[in-house]
């Protein structure tokens, strides 16, 4: 196995250890913020493949930005401890999860080992200042919609965190 398959070997498995435990663990708190490195093993990932425009974007969007917004959601939510129960047959599924994931994993790893690498034609140069230019571009209406689209969610969000739900049973 050469150093570059062994670096990202590395990357997967910390990614998808990040992310499955983040499924296991039964405190939100720390699953969003496993989800926050498995979302930086995504970044490292495409670091890895040469892509450092979309990592750093990665790391920008996901890791700053949407790991924020799961944070806030997940603090302003108010669930009961009965609502937070253990669901019958959950451990079986999460089992059956493991399993499959690890049969994937032993695929993509023998795939992975199997597979040479092209050392040949270097890629046409593209700056960063490029793709911004092009980002801001044409594209500059797009990205600003989806902003406000962003913002208006998340005050969405906190709205119907705030609200209390409706008592129900005897007590008016």
């Known amino acids: 196995m050469t150093p570059s398959h062994l ?5 997967a498995l910390a ?6 435990i983040a499924l296991a663990l039964r405190n ?3 699953s969003a913020l496993l989800l926050i490195a498995s979302w930086a093993g995504i970044a490292a990932f495409y670091l890895w493949a040469g892509a450092e425009f979309v990592a ?3 790391v920008l969007v996901y890791v700053g930005a949407v790991s924020m917004i799961v944070l806030f959601a997940v603090l302003l939510t108010r669930r009961s401890r ?3 129960a253990l669901a019958p047959g959950s451990l ?7 399993l499959v994931g690890g049969a994937v994993l032993g ?6 080992a199997g597979t040479r690498l092209p050392t040949t034609g270097a890629a046409p140069p593209v700056t960063v200042k490029q793709i911004g230019l092009e980002l801001m ?3 500059a209406a797009a990205l600003l919609a989806l902003g406000v689209l962003l913002t208006v969610a998340l005050l969405g969000a906190v709205v119907l965190a705030a609200t209390d739900a409706p008592k129900t049973g005897g007590d008016r």
Do not use: C, E, N, Y
């Not at 079986?92 to 493991?98: C, I, V």
């Open 56 to 58: 750093f974007a990665q």
């Open 28 to 30: 939100l708190i720390h």
């Open 137 to 139: 571009g044409p594209h």
């Open 92 to 98: 079986g599924r999460a089992l059956a999860g493991f």
């Open 82 to 84: 009965a609502d937070l």
């Open 15 to 20: 990614t998808l250890a990040s992310a499955g």
């Open 107 to 112: 695929v993509l790893f023998g795939a992975i």
């Open 7 to 11: 670096a990202f070997a590395l990357i």
